[in-house]
């Protein structure tokens, strides 16, 4: 039995015995009460002996809360497999996997499942001509509906209806009777899906499970799982633990968005998670979107996946014009291309896009950004010399230190241009609505962000203006996409800076028409830059494999495993005294964290992230089992290494 108590020293199975009258009811993946340390607790029953190895003497189980077995034999070993990768508890990875329990809805009768090769009269059957522009992506749905565990890295097609080709990829996995599992970023990518699957399986067929849901929603759909009614569950990462029986298929959409990782502890990925389970389960994997993440480069490399990508031919017959306002062309014509918010370019390119009567999408990044700290003479990020980590200046005068060891750099020379002065990148744009709005008098400008996320604009002339990731769809697809205040994203203090700018820039520009029909993209940047390249060029394999060999060199993830502890210095330096680390281990830090604590990073080799992962779970035991006052956080692979 797994005890929810939340202690690293107590993450291990106990044994209690059960009542005579709860025998029938008490069966493995039912829900308990016991008594632990004199507190009732509850708990997850894993399995039922005959004996028990445990020389002492046993206690009873106080109360069966329910027979329902919400926790099947799969996920409780996948749930023990990602505690271990994530220096985490068991009980703590059990209460993410299974939602809270909910009453009534138990108690509701439960509809009998229509049968895996049941074809409902409303469904579309599966074409693969939409997989067809894909040499390999034929070959991929026959291996899906043939049950073999195929790995695949999809680059969609600039304006690709990426949710038909995932509903049709889960519909060939159906139709070999076995289940699927569609993990996305956020509410509306998951509506899209739901759509095209209701298009293709027909009604009734699969669950949405959300967080967003509400209890009672959420729990019905995780019990239409757990009971085969359905054998297909999307949804956003409260979904990566859904109970499909007879798993088939795992896929995510944008798995470099960083929603996709769980704020909660042990912070599991849901890429992470969909992935041990293919390889635990021997099912075929889907990793799809319009960037590359480094992760998924690096499974494309290790062979563990195979990339399915369009010809080069196809992607420039369906990509729209990119042109960069900052190339030596465009400063000809204008002088302050580079440094204009709003260049002639991009003001004549949405002027003609408006003209012929099509919207034009604005993307501009978010306010709030932390300040970063760039070369004022050519705005590269400056990095330590020393660990390669981000430059901040904490005060106005003061000399900039490094944010992840904690050095100075008193004597920084850029490698790029070898300047000396440092400047604080720009942030987020400000009254930008209002700007445009002076700019195109008469025309209806629209914004999507924070307060309101559109969903879809017709095809007809307007401005939308959108923060990255609320931006709608178009019928039809824009006529002009702007991307704005470029250096907002390029230039922030993060690791992943230039892989989440080109992954922001490729979704807003898919948004656009084909350059055949006169669809244009306007980036405000240095064509020179590697993401205004890849963005160019429309080809982010190559800029996720340039990245990927950089982070190799660097010694940084995915090409090598980083553990975070974040606490009280006191508590940290307790940590890392009981911690025995590897031997290729390499700490930097500690520097300062939010609330007056302190960040230590410990960098391995991938070789040995299961025994740091495991040594980090002894040393925080030693410290619970000695009473420690003071939490300390452990993250594995942070998303944000500041």
């Not at 002492?56 to 189980?61: E, H, V």
């Not at 989440?500 to 020179?528: C, I, M, N, Y």
């Not at 991938?606 to 779970?617: I, T, V």
């Amino acid at each position: 039995m797994c005890v929810d108590v939340p202690l690293p020293h107590l993450d291990r199975p106990f044994d209690y015995l059960v009542p005579a009258e709860l025998d029938d009811g008490v069966q493995p993946g039912t829900r308990v009460r016991v008594r632990f340390a004199g507190q009732l607790v509850a708990g997850w029953v894993l399995d039922r002996v005959a004996a028990s190895g445990h020389d002492g003497k046993l206690a009873f189980l106080d109360k069966l809360v329910s027979p329902e077995r919400v926790l099947s034999a799969e996920i409780a070993a996948l749930a023990r497999t990602v505690a271990d990768r994530y220096a985490g508890h068991l009980a703590d990875v059990l209460r993410l996997a299974v939602p809270p329990r909910h009453a009534r809805v138990e108690q509701e009768p439960s509809e009998p499942e229509p049968g895996p090769a049941a074809v409902p009269p409303d469904a579309v059957p599966p074409d693969a001509d939409g997989w067809a522009a894909y040499p390999s992506g034929p070959a991929f749905l026959r291996a899906v509906a043939d049950g073999r565990p195929a790995r695949a890295v999809w680059a969609p097609l600039p304006g690709e209806d990426w949710p038909t080709r995932y509903a049709e990829a889960i519909a060939a996995t159906v139709r070999a009777g076995r289940g699927a599992i569609a993990v996305l970023p956020d509410g509306r990518d998951v509506d899209r899906l739901d759509a095209a699957l209701r298009r293709v399986l027909g009604t009734g067929r699969h669950v949405v499970l959300t967080a967003a849901l509400g209890p009672a929603r959420r729990y019905r759909a995780f019990l239409a799982a757990r009971r085969g009614l359905v054998n297909v569950v999307v949804g956003t990462r409260a979904a990566m633990f859904a109970p499909v029986a007879d798993l088939g298929l795992v896929a995510i959409w944008d798995d470099g968005d960083d929603v996709h990782a769980e704020p909660r502890a042990p912070y599991p990925h849901a890429r992470e998670v969909l992935l041990t389970r293919a390889q635990l389960g021997g099912v075929a994997a889907l990793l799809g979107g319009f960037a590359r993440s480094g992760e998924a480069q690096q499974l494309v490399e290790t062979d563990w996946a195979r990339e399915i990508i369009a010809a080069r031919a196809t992607v420039r017959r369906c990509a729209p014009r990119v042109t960069p306002a900052g190339d030596d062309a465009q400063l000809a014509r204008d002088a302050g291309a580079a440094t204009a918010r709003l260049p002639s370019l991009a003001f004549a390119t949405a002027r003609m896009a408006l003209q012929a009567g099509l919207p034009v999408l604005v993307q501009v990044p978010r306010r709030g950004y932390l300040p970063a700290v760039s070369c004022a003479d050519c705005r590269t990020p400056a990095r330590c010399p020393h660990c390669a980590g981000p430059l901040a200046l904490p005060a106005a005068t003061a000399t900039a230190q490094c944010r992840w060891c904690g050095r100075p750099a008193a004597g920084y020379a850029c490698p790029h241009c070898h300047g000396r002065r440092l400047r604080a990148a720009v942030t987020g744009a400000r009254r930008t609505a209002e700007e445009l709005g002076r700019a195109f008098p008469g025309t209806t400008v629209r914004t999507s962000g924070r307060d309101e996320v559109l969903t879809a604009v017709p095809a007809e002339p307007a401005v939308v203006v959108a923060t990255p990731g609320a931006e709608p769809v178009a019928a039809g697809g824009y006529g002009a996409v702007l991307l704005l205040d470029t250096w907002a994203l390029l230039t922030r203090a993060d690791l992943r800076a230039a892989e989440e700018t080109l992954r922001r820039w490729l979704s807003a520009a898919a948004l656009a028409r084909p350059a055949a029909d006169g669809g244009q993209v306007v980036v405000v940047a240095d064509g020179g830059l590697a993401p205004v390249q890849a963005l160019l060029r429309w080809d982010p394999g190559w800029f996720a494999a340039r990245e990927l060999a950089d982070r190799r060199e660097l010694g940084f993830p995915p090409a090598a495993r980083m553990a975070s502890v974040t606490g009280p210095a006191e508590a940290v330096a307790e940590l890392l005294a009981a911690l025995r680390m590897p031997d290729s281990a390499e700490l930097l830090g500690p520097v300062p964290a939010t609330d007056g604590q302190e960040r230590m990073l410990i960098r391995v080799r991938r070789s040995q992230a299961a025994e740091l992962a495991r040594q980090l779970r002894v040393a925080a035991g030693t410290r619970t089992a000695r009473r420690a006052s003071q939490p300390v956080r452990i993250q594995i692979d942070p998303l944000d290494l500041l």
